[in-house]
């Protein structure tokens, strides 16, 4: 095996790659927009400015949602290009619609909406490809990679640091190894210096000013999963799985593919701040007007359910919320009343008696969840996250699955990747597997997945493929 040195430190921070995107993105808004509407401007109408601060306001969010100012260059180009003309694309064709339909005035016809979205989308990826040429070019040279140790002095792990080397455009300097509990008796000398052991981790990622750590662990199991990350300690790097840890955490990580090495990704910080106060606007921008448009349905559904059975229309209970805390969600009754006097809380079957005709109906086409259009307003749940459970089965869950509390990092969902993934909660084993695809949102989270689970959540609903 060919040994590797690592490149002294010659660090280029994400950040300033991100902030680059950013301006240039702002930059190919104006030459768009003055190229396209220069007469419009010369006229000195307030709404002109108007309109153009607000688009650049749009896409700066909608570009931030879209994970578009990540500053690696392990970043799929065709991804990111398809997610910029996704999101360009579907702006301006709302706005030309919306416009047609006269529920929005602009000053600016149709036809120079469009040359303005060629323009602007062509400016867009022209920068991106100088910005991402110009990356390569500084990591061929040696900057802008991250220092990188490996966990594991094992075969897995050596054959990681081999393969790793040899992608120097990956960007990864690999700065050594760290022997984990479970090494077995080194055969051979490691192609790399080791660091120290397990225990020692918190004071070598410091030491080495380590951005990535690579787990390649020769007998891995969930509890060494968890020992490893709670060592990290909160401190700020991104946490990567050499394969054969996959069917520990299925659906817990996104994929990066090197050549010849594909590693799982833990993302250690799930939603952003920016994510978080988009997702928020969102969420209100959303939810307000849809209630509004919701209501005189709402009004049929109530009736129905009171015809249909004696009890309350809405039934009112706690579940688990972000960051733990305990929050009221309200759904329209679709079971009899006092379901759970005799049993106790349990998992709702397929073709359980309890559930009323009504909300037989009601559960297929996912109406019984519209009050919960209210609970996104207040805050407590959003449109889309994992589905919130009660405290009760949180308890067990969390006992069953240590992973489990990282469903609980964010606000919970009327809709999810779970709900539109697997049907209904039966048992533990369907628990077991809608959490792989929690767990997949949670490392995926962005504008273009939950944009997928709405539309995909209004398809079930008209298609009356609910529970």
């Known amino acids: 095996m060919t040994e590797y040195i690592p490149n002294l430190p010659n660090r280029l921070p994400k950040w300033i790659t991100g902030w680059c995107l950013l301006g240039l ?6 030459l768009a927009f003055d190229s396209v509407f220069a007469p419009y401007l010369l006229a000195t109408n307030a709404s002109v400015w108007l309109w153009y601060a607000s688009l650049e306001f749009l896409w700066i969010g909608l570009f931030l949602l879209g994970n578009l100012y990540r500053g690696e260059f392990t970043t799929s180009r065709v991804i990111e290009f398809e997610t910029i003309l996704k999101i360009t694309f579907s702006v301006v064709a709302l706005i030309i619609l919306l416009q047609s339909l006269t529920v929005v005035q602009t000053p600016f ?6 040359r303005y979205w060629f323009w602007f989308t062509a400016a867009l990826l022209l920068f991106r ?8 070019a500084l990591l061929k040279r040696g900057v802008g990679r991250e220092h990188t140790v490996i966990i594991g002095c094992n075969p897995r792990g050596y054959q990681a640091a081999e393969t790793m080397s040899q992608q120097y455009i990956q960007g990864y300097d690999l700065v050594g190894f760290i022997q984990a509990a479970d090494d077995p008796e080194p055969g051979e000398p490691p192609p790399l210096p080791v660091l120290g052991s397990e225990p020692d981790l918190q004071h070598i990622l410091q030491q080495h000013h380590i951005s990535d750590v690579v787990l390649a662990l020769d007998k891995p199991d969930t509890q060494r999963l968890m020992n490893v990350i709670a060592g ?10 050499v394969p054969g840890l996959y069917d520990v955490i299925s ?3 996104r994929t990066e593919q090197i050549v010849g090495l594909p ?3 833990v993302n250690m910080n799930l939603e952003s701040w920016y994510l978080q106060r988009f997702k928020r606007i969102l969420d209100l921008i959303i939810a307000l007007p849809l209630g509004l448009v919701a209501l005189p349905l709402a009004l049929v559904v109530a009736a129905a359910v009171k015809l249909d059975s004696p009890g309350p229309v809405l039934y009112r209970q706690v579940r688990v919320g972000r960051r733990g805390s305990p929050f009221t969600i309200y759904k329209f009754r679709s079971m009899v009343k006092d379901a759970e006097q005799l049993t106790g809380p349990v998992w709702s079957e397929e073709d359980d008696p309890r559930i009323t005709k009504v909300g037989r109906i009601l559960r297929r086409f996912r109406l019984d969840e519209l009050p919960q259009l209210w609970n996104v307003v ?15 089965f949180v308890e067990k869950l969390m006992q069953e699955f240590p992973f489990y509390a990282r469903r609980l990092r964010v606000r919970p969902g009327i809709t999810g990747w779970a709900q539109i993934k697997h049907p209904y909660d039966r048992n533990i084993t369907d628990v077991r597997q809608k959490l792989k695809y929690d767990f997949y949102y949670l490392e995926n989270i962005s504008l273009n997945l939950d944009l997928k689970i709405l539309v995909s959540t209004v398809w079930v609903m008209i298609t009356g493929r609910g529970r």
């Open 251 to 253: 659906g817990l990580a």
């Open 232 to 241: 990290i300690n909160g401190s700020p790097v991104t946490v990567k799985i």
């Open 263 to 265: 590693l799982l990704e």
């Open 378 to 392: 207040k805050g407590d749940m959003s449109l889309v996250g994992p589905r919130p459970e009660r405290p009760y």
């Open 109 to 114: 016809p149709p036809p120079a909406l469009f």
């Open 129 to 136: 490809m100088v910005v991402r040429t110009t990356q390569k």
């Open 25 to 30: 993105d702002l930059l190919a808004g104006w």
